[in-house]
């Protein structure tokens, strides 16, 4: 068992840059692991690798296209337009059903091939938008599962697991990080790096967080 390497499910996003961060802190050797789903915007790869090669992260990119040929949605289609506001009664449009499942099974296969047994992922339940693959419940079953599976021990780690995305800002500010997590990552679903579009709900939860997290550092 190797307790000190980890890998990171990454996408180049705020919450699994300050994951990446708070990783690189906690374990002697961090690598890190983006998929390629033929996302609309290439540049979220572009991004997680910039990132990577900044701050002297090893990075794996894997073919995920086989996402998209399963379940079409306005993370990848660029004829559906992802929803501005999430609906009340449903899911919002970007959801892929399994995305996180997938993501973290194919890093877990990518882990035991290098005798790591540290698998870190960004998904909170805290804020999110009723993606069921987010929650803590699905994360402890879904290490069950592979460990089963494979036969070895994962320790599936969600450092932002009971945090908003406020807190998530004080986590990057305390892992001093803050503004490498605010103007190098892409969030936006319209891939625009930094503060990105601020319409879509991913700028506007992203930038709510800030500003909320802003204000509690004045008082
Ligand atoms: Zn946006």
């Known amino acids: ?20 961060f708070w990783a690189k802190k906690k374990f002697k050797e961090v690598i890190a692991v983006s998929f390629d789903y033929n996302q ?27 996402l998209n040929q399963l379940a079409p949605n306005s993370l990848t289609r ?12 449903s899911l919002p449009n970007s959801f892929v059903d399994g995305r996180n499942m997938l993501f973290l099974t194919f890093v877990g296969v990518f882990a035991k091939q290098r005798g790591i047994n540290n698998i870190i992922t960004g998904v909170s339940q805290s804020d999110f938008s009723g993606y069921p693959d987010c929650r803590d419940v699905f994360i402890k ?18 450092p932002l697991m009971w945090i908003n995305k406020a807190q998530t800002w ?21 891939g625009i790096i930094g503060d990105g579009c601020g319409e879509c709900p991913a700028c506007k939860l992203r930038m709510n967080g800030y500003i909320e997290y802003m204000k509690s550092k004045e008082k």
């Open 170 to 190: 004080e986590l990057a500010d305390e892992l001093e990080v803050l503004d490498i997590i605010k103007n190098e990552t892409l969030t936006c679903y319209n």
């Open 141 to 158: 079953s879904l290490n069950v599962t592979l460990n089963l599976a494979m036969d070895y021990q994962f320790e599936i780690h969600t």
């Open 78 to 89: 660029v004829d559906i337009e992802v929803d501005k506001e999430t609906p009340k009664d």
């Open 40 to 66: 609309k915007h290439k540049f979220e790869l572009e991004c997680a690798k910039d990132i990577c090669k900044k701050y002297n992260v090893e990075h794996h990119i894997l073919d995920l296209g086989l």
């Open 1 to 20: 068992m190797n307790k000190e390497k980890a890998v990171v499910v990454f996408s180049g996003g705020q919450d699994s840059t300050t994951c990446l």
